[in-house]
């Protein structure tokens, strides 16, 4: 699966959902070692199927049309599986074997793939379900290009299913991000690894690997940074012992 160059995709306005996404697949799984021995973490089965699967099979519901796909840590797996398994979305490679980039890295690397209107990005190993409505329709018509720059789903961090942090953001009452974390402090809201960014945001980028978070904080200081709560379930699957955990949940789902 080779790399190319394509032309910007213009999505119809109104909220509709990116033609296109960025799926973030090169991590090296650290957490969720010895199972990341001989596979890449999007590659680990929960519930009967691969979690990049369960991540294109979101895609694919919401009418995403092309994804881009950066791939560094056993990525040869990685491109054998998507040509494998996902035939009806356009995947294009964004390729990190010679250096991982991090999440802001690699959007950098995957600039001129992206295009140039708002897009998805989704962490290739998230699980989520949706709740009464596709939640990255709902994103999308939350999205609103003159007022934001990032737009990302969170969840409560009561609902945050295994999640072994204190939670990342404070929300005002319109859903702008209003700050992170502070030290030793829950924050009420955390990351999904699910979000709407604006290419306009990578700029001005540091020399090498970084957190798509350099983004994050120029958005927030800005005030163009949003958020919209999932109402659905959402799971992180980030260590061995939470597959099983999140398995049992989706039993009694």
């Known amino acids: 699966m080779k790399q190319k160059r394509t032309l910007?995709?213009?999505?119809?306005?109104?909220?509709?959902?990116?033609?296109?996404?960025?799926?973030?697949?090169?991590?090296?799984?650290?957490?969720?070692?010895?199972?990341?021995?001989?596979?890449?973490?999007?590659?680990?089965?929960?519930?009967?199927?691969?979690?990049?699967?369960?991540?294109?099979d979101r895609l694919r519901a919401a009418g995403i049309k092309r994804a881009v796909v950066n791939v560094h840590y056993l990525a040869d797996a990685l491109e054998a599986h998507?040509?494998?398994?996902?035939?009806?979305?356009?995947?294009?490679?964004?390729?990190?074997r010679d250096r991982l980039m991090e999440t802001g890295g690699g959007l950098v690397k995957a600039r001129e793939m992206i295009g140039d209107q708002p897009f998805l990005c989704v962490n290739a190993d998230n699980l989520w379900i949706d709740g009464p409505a596709d939640s990255i329709k709902l994103l999308a018509a939350r999205w609103d290009d003159a007022e934001m720059d990032a737009l990302l789903l969170v969840v409560p961090y009561a609902r945050a299913h295994n999640h072994p942090g204190r939670g990342d953001f404070h929300l005002d009452p319109q859903g702008k991000i209003t700050g992170r974390r502070k030290p030793g402090r829950v924050a009420p809201f955390?990351?999904?690894?699910?979000?709407?960014?604006?290419?306009?945001?990578?700029?001005?980028?540091?020399?090498?690997?970084f957190s798509t978070m350099v983004f994050w904080e120029r958005a927030i200081e800005a005030?163009?940074?949003?958020?919209?709560?999932?109402?659905?379930?959402?799971?992180?699957?980030g260590s061995p012992p939470a597959i099983a955990r999140t398995e049992a949940l989706l039993i009694d789902a």
Do not use: C, N
């Not at 991590?27 to 009967?48: H, Q, S, Y």
């Open 190 to 209: 955390v990351y999904t690894g699910v979000q709407i960014l604006s290419p306009r945001v990578i700029r001005d980028w540091p020399e090498g690997p």
């Open 8 to 56: 910007a995709i213009r999505p119809d306005p109104g909220g509709a959902v990116p033609e296109t996404a960025m799926v973030m697949a090169a991590g090296l799984g650290k957490r969720m070692r010895p199972l990341t021995a001989t596979r890449p973490k999007p590659l680990i089965p929960v519930a009967g199927k691969a979690l990049l699967d369960h991540v294109f």
């Open 82 to 96: 998507l040509k494998a398994h996902v035939k009806d979305i356009d995947i294009i490679v964004s390729d990190e």
């Open 223 to 237: 005030g163009r940074a949003y958020a919209f709560v999932h109402q659905g379930l959402w799971f992180d699957v």
